[in-house]
């Protein structure tokens, strides 16, 4: 009687043991999950953004001739870490660098707020790099978006900025600037001193050198880059 007590007791907690083991574990909960660090330096998009204070862009425009000087105030490109906040992400922790910028423009009278946007790691996503402008005497928008792939697409509401993709090369004005993304708006929020509407835009970046063309398309005219200082 006794071995058989015995023998019973042996497969109850065998079955036992073996009922847990099989089970599902919540690493969440128990705070086994193993962390999750991601590093996401702001790699080639820094390059099309990247100028230090007294940098300078000065464009023409292509019907009245005028000039206008946009010089950059202050630059500050630091690194974020943060983590994620759901039971799902809440291992995950994300590192990754942000620029912050001021520009300032002769012409239409106003200073550009530039950065480009947060990471949420809740949104288990790669890394996109996104520069916003918000202009003193205006509105604002989404200029660039990195990584370049055609047909991307970032906006801030109604205004919606769409990748057309990359040129090896482009002349502006005779001159030749080299890896160039091009980017349309279409209703540009960034007031235009000499057009009456929120314009439908095109907006040209080249890799070390920035924007080097915009076109307004509404009212007919571009402003063209003549020359440039980049500080690095």
Known sequence: MRKILILFTFCLLSSILLFYSCKPKDCHKNGTCPQDYRHY???EAKSY?????KSYWIYKNTISGVLDTQVCL???CDTVITKGTLNETKHITVEYERIRRTIESSYNNC???DETG???PDAIRPLETLLERNASNSGSNVLFLHPFEIGSKAGNGASILICKGTDTSMQVLGKIYYNVARFDIDLDGIAEKDCQYIPVTTYYWSKDVGLIKKVINDCNYSWELVD???IK
């Open 228 to 230: 440039y200082n980049i």
């Open 49 to 53: 953004l990247y100028s230090l204070p």
């Open 118 to 120: 947060f990471y949420n």
């Open 111 to 113: 200073v550009y707020f």
């Open 74 to 76: 202050s630059f500050i």
């Open 41 to 43: 330096p702001i790699g």
